[in-house]
């Protein structure tokens, strides 16, 4: 299995940027997953959750401007950023948990880092 991550790139404040991260492989389906980010300097940061059960989850940081989902018919999960701001400018990545076919084995894997630069 592995996994794509697209969508970063530079954007000015108040922007808005939709990260992808698309697996591919023997997969049944994406049963949770996580978006994580880390500044320079800082350390990693969860932002966004997707559990198994459905229920997403957000860092007080980013609640109202981030917006998670999975596409299970492309395998792809995303993250639908606005209002952005320079504070957000980090190394975004994705933390996915599939079920392998046939058997619905879970496993965890990350997706390659994206950057977001949030800059004017």
């Known amino acids: 299995v592995q996994l794509q991550a697209s969508g970063g790139g530079l954007v000015q404040p108040g922007g808005s940027l939709r990260l992808s991260c698309r697996a591919s492989g023997n997969i049944s389906k994406i049963n949770s997953m996580g978006w994580y980010r880390q500044a320079p300097g800082k350390q990693q940061e969860l932002v966004a959750v997707?559990?198994?059960?459905?229920?997403?989850n957000y860092a007080d940081s980013v609640k109202g401007r981030f917006t998670t989902s999975v596409d299970n018919a492309k395998n792809t999960v995303y993250l639908q950023m606005v209002s952005l701001k320079p504070e957000d400018t980090a190394v975004y990545s994705c933390n996915v948990q599939v079920l392998l076919y046939p058997d619905n084995t879970p496993r965890w894997y990350w997706g390659q880092g994206t950057q977001v630069t949030v800059s004017s």
């Open positions: 997707i559990a198994g059960t459905g229920n997403k």
